[in-house]
């Protein structure tokens, strides 16, 4: 039996046939997560593993870490510069992604709006509570919460997920940005 919800105004015969096909074809899962690198510290794993089985999974990211700390002491002149870490995250998360054996994207970021934007994100990491950037006007963790919600919803629809997998209410790690996207 599929665990597969129905779509608002399926039919019986629909959702019967649904289910059959899902049981013969690969599922398919959508993580979200805040920043680069979070796919692979909390759910790496298990991402990896489903792609192996022939699974296709699909990893959002929210934001690219603009705030993050720096650890490897060759990249320490990337921290606080928004942008350009912003640009080696995305990297990051491009080669992270390809190794894991999932595709990824960003959210609220398409061809064209990264395009017409110029921008590597649509919101910019929030960073921790008291800063300034967590009052940056493009911060994810002030964005009205209707704003990534349709974003997300956007993915859900065209991907049409069996499991979406993230983490608790209050974020992995406790930053603006992992506790605004369980929202």
């Known amino acids: 039996m599929s665990t597969r919800r129905p779509v608002?105004?399926?039919t019986r015969e629909q959702r019967a046939a649904q289910d059959q096909?899902?049981?013969h074809r690969p599922?398919?899962?959508?993580?979200v997560h805040a920043h680069p690198d979070d796919e692979t510290l909390w759910h790496g794993i298990a991402l990896a593993h489903h792609a192996a089985l022939g699974d296709?999974?699909?990893v959002v990211t929210c934001t690219l870490g603009e705030e993050g700390e720096v650890i490897p002491a060759e990249l320490?002149?990337?921290e606080g510069q928004g942008e350009a870490l912003a640009r080696h995250r995305r990297e990051e998360l491009r080669r992270a992604t390809a190794t894991l054996g999932v595709r990824s994207s960003i959210l609220g970021v398409g061809p064209?709006?990264?395009?017409a934007t110029g921008r590597l994100s649509r919101w910019r990491d929030s960073g921790m509570a008291g800063t300034s950037a967590a009052e940056h006007p493009d911060a994810f963790a002030g964005a009205p919460l209707a704003e990534p919600a349709a974003a997300l919803a956007e993915v859900i629809l065209a991907e049409r997920p069996d499991a979406v997998v993230t983490y608790?209410?209050?974020?992995?790690?406790?930053?603006?940005t992992t506790s605004a996207r369980t929202r």
């Open 8 to 10: 608002f105004g399926d």
């Open 168 to 176: 608790e209410d209050q974020g992995a790690t406790g930053t603006r």
């Open 21 to 23: 096909q899902l049981e």
């Open 112 to 115: 064209a709006a990264a395009s």
């Open 76 to 78: 320490a002149h990337l």
């Open 27 to 31: 599922l398919r899962l959508l993580a």
């Open 56 to 58: 296709d999974v699909h």
